[in-house]
């Protein structure tokens, strides 16, 4: 166990500590490197930016529409699914597909293959019906990333959905439609009720990877058009402006924020095995 | 009101024929238990007659109404499932109120028909629980009480009673015979435990494979089973079946002798026997007793008192009265 632990020390709490150091110094390693120790100015900086709030509107966005298109089209595909039907198995291996692919390959293939303004699938179809290309990762970046980090995503929660969906009761299905409860009724009042805690499970774990998206932004819009994140904000004023100790601020408020979200969802998932 | 006709009603799951056409008719008022070894389609039956399942051919009327193919919920008749069903996020209040709800019942009227039922099936001091927080019985109530608001033509139980503990089935069998004396509306009950059967029906169908063995009131069946397999069936312990030579010196392919219409001697009868496993029962004792020339143990029921040991030699003779004698085809012969 002990060269796990120190593994996990090692791999862990090291760039932790490292960052809460950084975050409490000016260090500009192109600009003067370490100028020492100036207590939480970086953390008031950080939030003062006139880069801050633009970002975290701009990453609540992104987070709150791909939940919303995850959650809607998963229960809709998670219902398909959960029909009997031919080739079951192998439809629901190619449904999972997209999660196994790499964010930055799948963002590349959606930037050039289907939203590049001349010669994307959906320039095609655009000019097929006489309209003008929308020209997607500029006109509307942010409805764009939304499509594409939904891609990725949407497999994970079909997947948990449609796992919550066949542990419904179908007595209780049955027993509704005896009660008289019409399709749309049984929906709202039995399975989705059941489906409720699959749904909070869903919306937490995304929300902290969704936090964390970079790569789908790096190869697309590079932060451009209004695309900034709170973590790309970060990887800029690391990387781009080569002010750590700043870049090092913001990365323990996103800690902290991530940490926030994995509480609810500990003490959500802690309920569900209670039970 | 609630007449029951079933009329050449025939299932089948693709090729397998899981009901062959059927005739049935299930008069108002009537307790009538479906009773089979498991995969007889006794469960199948039922959910016909709800609609959860469409007919293959043939025709439900319910009051000389056809409900072939209307919904299950316009047939007027409600079902008290095996795994109870409940809602389990909504309270019992809830979970007995939402029929009431689909149906777009007012209020008031809601609230007055929920308290009724709650009152008759002693639920008043578990209202505002969730089922999670019931026990089995209480659940089953509560499933009861979801059937009884509806005020339905028939009631329709589905092996209600199979998930709970043997001293609660007891009591709840006697809570719906109950039910049923107050409400005097048709149920159909479905189950494969026979006592359930002989205890709470007015009539009883034997099922097997999807076929109607027999009809009849508890102790019509019990004393006049038409086949072999329903005499087997009905009855605990099981009624004695002997065949060969025996059977032939009474003129039949198969004899049936019930275990309380043996008598036991030490000294003189028709068979000789060796004591085997003996059940105490405390009012009854049941003996297994082998026989020569007789396959299987046959099982005797005696008073409590009469004491025997394993590996004793007793003299057993069946009662000539109660003798059931079957033919080749396991039919009773008259």
């Known amino acids: 166990m002990a060269p796990a632990v120190f593994l996990l020390l090692v791999w862990m709490l090291v760039p932790l500590c490292m960052t809460l150091w950084f975050s409490l110094r000016d260090y500009r390693p192109l600009r003067g490197g370490d100028l020492g120790f100036v207590g939480l100015e970086n953390f008031a900086r950080f939030v003062s930016s006139s880069s801050f709030w633009p970002a975290v509107l701009t990453t609540v966005l992104i987070v709150g529409g791909v939940l919303l298109v995850s959650i809607i089209f998963g229960v809709l595909l998670a219902m398909l699914l959960d029909q009997p039907m031919w080739g079951q198995g192998i439809v629901r291996i190619l449904v999972i597909a997209p999660f196994f692919v790499m964010p930055t390959v799948s963002a590349l293939v959606w930037k050039n293959m289907f939203m590049d303004p001349t010669n994307g699938v959906f320039a095609h179809i655009w000019r097929a019906f006489g309209a003008d290309p929308v020209v997607w990762l500029t006109d509307v970046p942010i409805l764009s990333l939304i499509l594409i980090i939904s891609w990725q995503w949407l497999p994970f929660a079909t997947l948990i959905l449609l796992t919550a969906f066949q542990s419904l009761d179908s007595e209780q299905l049955e027993a509704a439609e005896m009660d008289g409860a019409n399709p749309l009724a049984r929906f709202f009042f039995i399975a989705l009720p059941h489906l409720s805690r699959a749904i909070t499970i869903v919306i937490l774990i995304q929300t902290i990877f969704l936090l964390a998206v970079f790569a789908e932004i790096f190869v697309t819009t590079g932060g451009a058009f209004g695309t900034r994140t709170l973590t790309y904000l970060i990887y800029q004023r690391v990387l781009e402006s080569q002010n750590v100790g700043l870049g090092s601020a913001g990365g323990v408020y996103a800690i902290i924020l991530a940490n926030i979200v994995a509480l609810f969802l500990m003490r959500i998932v802690g309920k569900n095995l209670d039970r | ?334």
């Not at chain 2, 659940?139 to 608001?149: H, T, Y």
């Not at chain 2, 003189?268 to 020569?292: M, P, Y």
């Open chain 2, 1 to 334: 009101m609630g007449r029951i006709t079933l009329d050449k009603v025939r299932k089948s799951f693709g090729e397998v024929e899981v009901i062959p056409p059927l005739d049935l008719t299930i008069e108002d008022g009537e307790f009538v238990v479906f009773v089979g070894p498991s995969g007889c389609g006794k469960s199948t039956l039922l959910r016909l007659i709800a609609g959860l399942e469409d007919v293959s051919g043939g025709e439900i009327r319910i009051d000389g109404q056809d409900a072939t193919m209307v919904p299950p919920a316009k047939r007027g008749l409600a079902m008290v499932f095996q795994s109870y069903a409940l809602y389990p996020h909504m309270s019992v209040r809830k979970n007995i109120a939402f029929p009431l709800r689909m149906a777009k019942m007012d209020a008031a009227e809601q609230e007055r028909r929920v308290k009724a039922a709650a009152d008759v099936l002693n639920l008043t001091d578990y209202l505002d629980r969730r089922p999670g927080q019931l026990s089995g019985g209480q659940r089953q109530r509560v499933a009861i009480g979801r059937a009884i608001v509806r005020e339905p033509a028939a009631f329709l139980f589905d092996e209600p009673l199979s998930n709970l503990d043997a001293a609660l089935r007891v009591g709840m069998r006697l809570e719906i015979s109950e039910l049923h004396k107050r409400l005097k509306t048709t149920m159909i009950y479905v189950t494969h435990d026979q006592v359930e059967a002989m205890t709470m029906a007015d009539k009883i169908v034997v099922l097997r494979a999807g076929h109607i063995e027999q009809v009849g009131s508890p102790l019509e069946l019990y004393r006049n089973p038409r086949n072999v397999f329903v005499a087997g069936f009905i009855g605990s312990p099981k009624m004695n079946l002997v065949d060969g030579p025996i059977a032939a010196s009474h003129d039949a392919a198969t004899i049936g002798i019930r275990p309380e219409h043996i008598r036991v001697s030490d000294e003189a009868g028709d068979w000789l026997g060796k004591v085997g496993v003996s059940e105490h029962l405390g009012s009854d004792t049941f003996f297994h007793v082998t026989c020569e020339g007789i396959s299987e143990p046959l099982t005797v029921r005696v008073g409590g008192e009469v004491d025997l040991r394993y590996g004793d030699k007793v003299w057993l003779s069946p009662d000539p009265d109660h003798l059931h004698r079957f033919d080749d085809k396991g039919l009773r012969i008259a």
